[in-house]
């Protein structure tokens, strides 16, 4: 296919390719093509809250297209193998979520039968940790007309 990319003012022939490199995408000749013709990205893009940067780049961007506009950092020879796409995974290849069946359903106790206590137990550390707690002795006071209220911001007396 021979015409013309105005995007890089190259003339595409038969024998041009696209050049696969992060960030660089132009046509070039395979036998023409030197070592440090292509100015591409060799780290991997990064999208953290809303920035958009290269690994490899320090220049950070919120506008996605200007994202794709940041000229390389590296420079090398261009690459005509396309990478391999992930594997994409067909929701019917999948299996089914196993369905969770509800606990079956028990009968109330009758209202006349008699109240059994619950068994209640107290973890070690719990048990550690209530030992250690400190109860203040902490005794009442008693609350005069004249006393001021405690509580933040009002500062009334009664």
Sequence with gaps: SSGINAEYGLVATDKMVLCYNKGCGKE???????????????????????????SCCEKKTTDFTEFLNIKGCCKGKHNNVKPEEPAKTDKETSPAPETVKPPERME?????EPMVPLPSTI????????????????????????????????GKAK
């Excluded at 070592?35 to 940067?53: L, M």
């Excluded at 109330?108 to 006349?112: I, K, M, S």
Aim: aromatic fraction near 8%.
């Design 123 to 154: 973890s070690a550390s719990l048990r550690k940790m209530l030992n250690n707690l400190a109860v203040s002795e902490k005794t009442e006071e008693a609350v005069t007309k004249s006393a001021i209220c405690q509580r933040k911001g009002c």
């Design 28 to 54: 070039f000749d395979l036998q023409e093509s030197t070592d440090d013709e292509c100015v591409y990205h060799c780290g991997a893009p990064v999208f953290h809250d809303a920035y958009k940067s290269w």
């Design 108 to 112: 109330r106790p009758p209202v006349d």
